[in-house]
């Protein structure tokens, strides 16, 4: 059976930092990506990176793109979101994601979210 435990979510202040985790155990069988995806109070679940384990290409959102980076701790086989800068806009819950390229909601597997808030 696939987990995924997010964990590192909390109240931060605008400007802050934050590194989120993802554990990962189990067989993911045919996944070859890891992603993040984020949903706002109101909002659909949008993408917000993604990283290809085999050829360790990423991608970012617009919103995020030169704020976040997504990385794998091999070992432990934990995927870790790094935000920096963060706005306001960014408060959300993070979910992390497994799956096939390119990831999209309701496709493989999730974790059940850590909350971010950013204060002003």
């Known amino acids: 059976q696939v987990q995924l435990v997010e964990s590192g979510g909390g109240l931060v202040q605008a400007g802050g930092s934050l590194r989120l985790s993802c554990a990962v155990s189990g067989h993911t069988g045919d996944s070859y990506a890891m992603g993040w995806f984020r949903q706002a109070p109101g909002k659909e679940r949008e993408f917000v990176a993604s990283q290809n384990w085999v050829t360790g290409s990423r991608d970012y959102a617009d919103a995020v793109k030169g704020r976040a980076t997504i990385y794998r701790d091999n070992a432990k086989n934990v995927w870790y979101l790094q935000m920096n800068s963060l706005k306001p806009d960014d408060t959300a819950v993070y979910y992390c994601?497994?799956?096939?390229?390119?990831?999209?909601?309701?496709?493989?597997?999730w974790g059940q979210g850590t909350q971010v808030t950013v204060s002003s």
């Open positions: 994601n497994v799956g096939s390229l390119p990831l999209r909601v309701g496709a493989g597997y």
